[in-house]
C-alpha cells in the first residue's frame, strides 16, 4: 500500500502558475503510474492528467493541453503537476492517485488504487 501526499496549491491570479507535487510516505514510487484528478464543489472528480511508469507516456484532458505538464523525478520519489496560464474554472481540489504498474484506464478515477488527501487549487479572476 501506497500514501500518497499532494502539496503546492494555493490562491493564484488567473493567468498565473501552480505547481504541484505528489509524494509517497515510505515508499516508492518508481513502480506506479500516477494520475492527476481535479473535483471542484459539487462535480465529479475529473481527469487532469497522467504519466507511465518511466515517464514515457503522459496524458493530458483536452482542456488542460498546453497549459498543464506532468512530470516525475523518481529520484526525488515525486510527480509533479506545471499548470500555467490558470483560468478561474480550474479552482479545485487536486488529487494525486496511484497504481501498481500499467494502468489499463489512464484516464478514469477507477484505474487507480490509491488516492492521496488532496491539495486546494483556487484561481481568482
Known amino acids: 500500500q501506497v500514501q500518497l501526499v499532494e502539496s503546492g496549491g494555493g490562491l493564484v491570479q488567473a493567468g498565473g502558475s501552480l505547481r504541484l507535487s505528489c509524494a509517497a510516505s515510505g515508499r516508492s514510487l518508481s513502480m506506479y503510474s500516477i494520475g492527476w484528478f481535479q473535483q471542484a464543489p459539487g462535480k465529479e472528480r475529473t481527469f487532469v492528467a497522467a504519466i507511465s511508469i518511466n515517464g514515457g507516456r503522459t496524458y493530458s484532458a483536452d482542456s488542460v493541453k498546453g497549459r498543464f505538464t506532468i512530470s516525475r523525478d523518481n529520484a526525488k520519489n515525486a510527480v509533479y503537476l506545471q499548470m500555467n496560464s490558470l483560468k478561474p474554472e480550474a479552482t479545485a481540489v487536486y488529487y494525486c492517485?496511484?497504481?501498481?504498474?500499467?494502468?489499463?484506464?489512464?484516464?478514469?478515477?477507477?484505474?487507480?488504487?490509491?488516492w492521496g488527501q488532496g491539495t486546494q487549487v483556487t484561481v481568482s479572476s
Open positions: 492517485a496511484a497504481r501498481w504498474g500499467v494502468v489499463s484506464t489512464p484516464l478514469t478515477a477507477g484505474g487507480y488504487d490509491y
